[in-house]
């Protein structure tokens, strides 16, 4: 190959400052060292996580760096001693990795892994707690392990799945985030049972994928709560059976929703990020059994709180990363779900952009009409 070995220049849309928009800047990527794969990303789509990083309110983000974790790509180069991903693989980069051999991958009890976080959590690589990335010899830090606005990204071997090269990548980039994340909180996180009452807390595409594992599951009742009204006629067509909006009500929506559901849900699913419609999800919960998820992430400084009587009257609380699935070992089942036509993709993505137009695909994340937008990043 021309370039293994070599630093590659290429496009990167770089966040040089929280909340200032970002520039496309020619980066230079350095070759993979060990343990190390170098992937030409082809499409990344925008999650609402990059959006809160890019905000300044991520306790872990750093700048200047290069944001992105919902990508599909090509494996250009891989480092010493790679054995699982070669050359002209498809991929999906994985910000929530998967070793196989430490302690969190062995315990069989959870999808997080600890080979890598620590390096991921600030920016570099772990390999010599450095970065992959410059401009004119600035280090520019990764993102998640895995900075997929960029043309060419360098990943943990632990952090990338190899898929199906059949699957169209401007659409599979989506199981990278979002739509794993909201079907794995119903299905591994909460297992929701067949005649369940379900309640989702906000209708962007996590909570839509939600409502997707909710309807696969067999919930009886899906209610959906959003303070966007516009919400509803998209959530049906993912299962949502009622909709709720707190601004139309004068009782807390806990209460409101206790008072849907003869005692409260089965299961809640808050899919925002808001401390306070956290409570109200765990406290919309039955009585002696109703389980609450936090999916979404809130900012830095922000706690939840809640009378403890609610937890001991048998309400459980739980969160989600990745919706609970095992990254490099699920991704691929995921993919091969979405050929089947077993599971929803192309029916999140609203718009299609290009790299270089990214800070536009941010603004339409901020306006409500716009699910995923995956930007096109070779044009
Ligand atoms: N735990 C995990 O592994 C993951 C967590 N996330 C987090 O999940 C959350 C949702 O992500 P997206 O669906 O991409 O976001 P989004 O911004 O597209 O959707 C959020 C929805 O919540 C609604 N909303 C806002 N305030 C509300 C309120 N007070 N009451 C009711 N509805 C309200 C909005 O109208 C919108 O429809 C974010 O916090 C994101 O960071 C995303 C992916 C993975
Ligand atoms: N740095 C953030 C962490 C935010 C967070 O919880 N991230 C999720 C994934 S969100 C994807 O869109 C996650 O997987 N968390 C587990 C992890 O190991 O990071 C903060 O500190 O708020
Ligand atoms: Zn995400
Ligand atoms: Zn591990």
């Not at 966040?15 to 990344?44: C, S």
């Not at 600890?114 to 570099?124: E, I, L, W």
């Not at 209460?255 to 005692?263: E, N």
């Amino acid at each position: 190959m021309a370039t293994h070995g070599q630093v590659i220049t290429c496009k990167a849309a770089v966040a040089w400052e929280p909340n200032k928009p970002l520039v496309i800047e020619d980066v230079q990527v350095a070759p993979p060292q060990a343990g190390e794969v170098r992937v030409k990303i082809l499409f990344t789509a925008l999650c609402h996580t990059d959006a809160y990083t890019w905000s300044g309110k991520d306790p872990e983000g750093l700048f200047p760096c290069i944001l992105g974790h919902e990508a599909a790509g090509i494996v250009e180069s891989v480092g010493e001693g790679v054995t699982e991903v070669q050359p002209g693989d498809h991929v999906i980069p994985c910000y929530q990795a998967e070793c196989k051999e430490c302690k969190f991958c062995k315990s069989g009890k959870t999808n997080l892994c600890g080979k890598v976080r620590s390096a991921t959590g600030v920016g570099v690589m772990m390999n010599d707690r450095k970065s992959r990335f410059s401009v004119n010899g600035k280090p520019i830090y990764h993102f998640m392990g895995t900075s997929t606005f960029s043309q060419y990204t360098v990943v943990h071997d632990v952090s990338v799945a190899k898929i199906d090269p059949t699957a169209p990548l401007n659409k599979v980039c989506l199981l990278g985030c979002g739509v794993p994340t909201g079907l794995g909180a119903v299905w591994n996180t909460a297992k929701v049972e067949a005649g369940s009452i379900v309640a989702i807390f906000g209708l962007g595409t996590v909570g839509l994928a939600v409502a997707e594992g909710a309807k696969a599951a067999g919930a009886l009742r899906i209610i959906g709560i959003d303070i966007d009204p516009k919400k509803f006629d998209t959530a049906k067509n993912f299962g949502v059976t009622e909709f709720v909006n707190p601004k139309d009500h004068e009782k807390p929506i806990q209460q409101v929703l206790v008072d849907l559901t003869d005692g409260g849900v089965d299961y809640s699913f808050e899919c925002i990020g808001n401390v306070s419609v956290m409570r109200a999800a765990l406290e919309c919960c039955h009585k002696g059994w109703g389980t609450s998820v936090i999916v979404g992430v809130a900012a830095s400084g922000q706690e939840i709180s809640t009378r403890p009587f609610q937890l001991v009257t048998g309400r459980v609380w739980k969160g989600t990363a990745f919706g609970g699935f095992k990254s490099r070992s699920q991704v691929p089942w995921l993919v091969e779900k979405y050929l089947k036509k077993e599971i929803k993709v192309d029916e999140y993505i609203t718009h299609n952009l290009t790299l270089a137009e990214i800070n536009r695909a941010f603004d339409l994340i901020h306006e409500g009409g716009c699910l995923r937008c995956v930007l096109d990043c070779q044009v």
